[in-house]
T-cell receptor, first 114, second 113 residues
Framework: DVKVTQSSRYLVKRTGEKVFLECVQD?????MFWYRQDPGLGLRLIYF???????EKGDIPEGYSVSREKKERFSLILESASTNQTSMYLC?????????????FGPGTRLTVT | AQSVTQLGSHVSVSEGALVLLRCNYS??????LFWYVQYPNQGLQLLLK??????LVKGINGFEAEFKKSETSFHLTKPSAHMSDAAEYFC???????????FGKGTKLSVKP
């Protein structure tokens, strides 16, 4: 069974802290994605990666960075957390090319920054 | 460039009634279209997809959607709603380059007993 796991379901951090969100997939997928989900705004793409050590900015990369050292793992880093980064964060993976639209999602991490 | 508009942020139906969730898209290239569903406290899962070929596509849990190029629409339907269908539904378009999905803002479906 296809699986994308995220390191935490709920996380509470203080303003200014460095935050790491981890995502692991077991499907040998080339593509991995980080989204944030906010009520009324849908899903917005933060960063994505097509291969190990490769990353591309999405629509809202400011305040975030990513790391992909291994094919199965894609990390989202908040360098200095701020209250406006309180949100639900969703990781996804997919095969490349024409299968890119068929994405498999993790359960999400609800991050609260106080 | 691609975009998606979902009409209605909230839709409420009675159990057993028709479900109709509306989605219109804009795409400069032949689109691939998707519906995803998100149950409470879960991630998204693929409900159905249109790539090429037959314009009426069937998905899981009795849902189907019809691609209408002339109307740039991809509405989601189910003949008879069940309580377990209560969830948020997202329409998405993929334009074929770079693998980025563009999501609509979502429609939350409530099912009344």
């Amino acid at each position: 069974d296809v699986k994308v796991t995220q390191s935490s379901r709920y996380l509470v951090k203080r303003t200014g802290e460095k935050v790491f969100l981890e995502c692991v997939q077991d499907m040998d997928h080339e593509n991995m994605f980080w989204y944030r989900q906010d009520p009324g705004l849908g899903l917005r793409l933060i960063y994505f990666s097509y291969d190990v050590k490769m990353k591309e900015k999405g629509d809202i990369p400011e305040g975030y960075s990513v790391s992909r050292e291994k094919k199965e793992r894609f990390s989202l880093i908040l360098e200095s957390a701020s209250t406006n980064q309180t949100s639900m964060y969703l990781c996804a993976s997919s095969l490349p090319g024409q299968a890119s639209g068929e994405q498999y999602f993790g359960p999400g991490t609800r991050l609260t920054v106080t | 460039a691609q975009s998606v508009t979902q009409l209605g942020s909230h839709v409420s139906v009675s159990e057993g009634a028709l479900v109709l969730l509306r989605c219109n898209y804009s795409s400069s290239v032949p689109p691939y279209l998707f519906w995803y569903v998100q149950y409470p406290n879960q991630g998204l899962q693929l409900l159905l997809k249109y790539t090429t070929g037959a314009t009426l596509v069937k998905g899981i849990n009795g849902f189907e959607a019809e691609f209408k190029k002339s109307e740039t629409s991809f509405h989601l339907t189910k003949p008879s709603a069940h309580m377990s269908d209560a969830a948020e539904y997202f329409c998405a378009v993929w334009g074929g380059s770079q693998g980025n999905l563009i999501f609509g803002k979502g429609t939350k479906l409530s099912v009344k007993p």
